[in-house]
Nanobody, 129 residues
Framework: QVQLVESGGGSVQAGGSLRLSCAAS???????????MAWFRQAPGQEREGVATITNEGATNVADSVKGRFTISKDNDNKDNDNNTLYLQMNSRKPEDTAVYYCAADFIYYGLLKDYKYWGQGTQVTVSS
């Protein structure tokens, strides 16, 4: 069972930067190298939408709405096979980026679709103008 825990959310003024982390536990380094991960977000009253994805081979993709501002990466150098971490670097934040951000993972790559099997609980990000 993959466990995902997000952190790093908070309040930031427009134009600022924030980095979210997602600790993926119960994974070996081998498993981390075979799993695909993604960031989603959900604003109040809106559908959950895909923000950025990273395949098991490290290929990345970001939604058009955040392209050039958000970057996804992962760190699976934990040789103790305990926690491995996914990141979302968010620059040039806009008020419309305000949402709960979720980390997701699966051994199948679903792109920006919401079909991932494993989900974190989410972390709130608020951008004020």
């Amino acid at each position: 069972q993959v466990q995902l825990v997000e952190s790093g959310g908070g309040s930031v003024q427009a134009g600022g930067s924030l980095r979210l982390s997602c600790a993926a536990s119960k994974l070996t380094s081998l498993t981390m190298s075979t799993i695909c991960m993604a960031w989603f977000r959900q604003a109040p009253g809106q559908e959950r939408e895909g923000v950025a994805t990273i395949t098991n081979e490290g290929a990345t993709n970001v939604a058009d709405s955040v392209k050039g501002r958000f970057t996804i990466s992962k760190d699976n150098d934990n040789k103790d096979n305990d926690n491995n971490t996914l990141y979302l670097q968010m620059n040039s934040r806009k008020p419309e980026d305000t949402a709960v951000y979720y980390c997701a993972a699966d051994f199948i790559y679903y792109g920006l679709l919401k079909d991932y099997k494993y989900w974190g609980q989410g972390t709130q990000v608020t951008v004020s103008s």
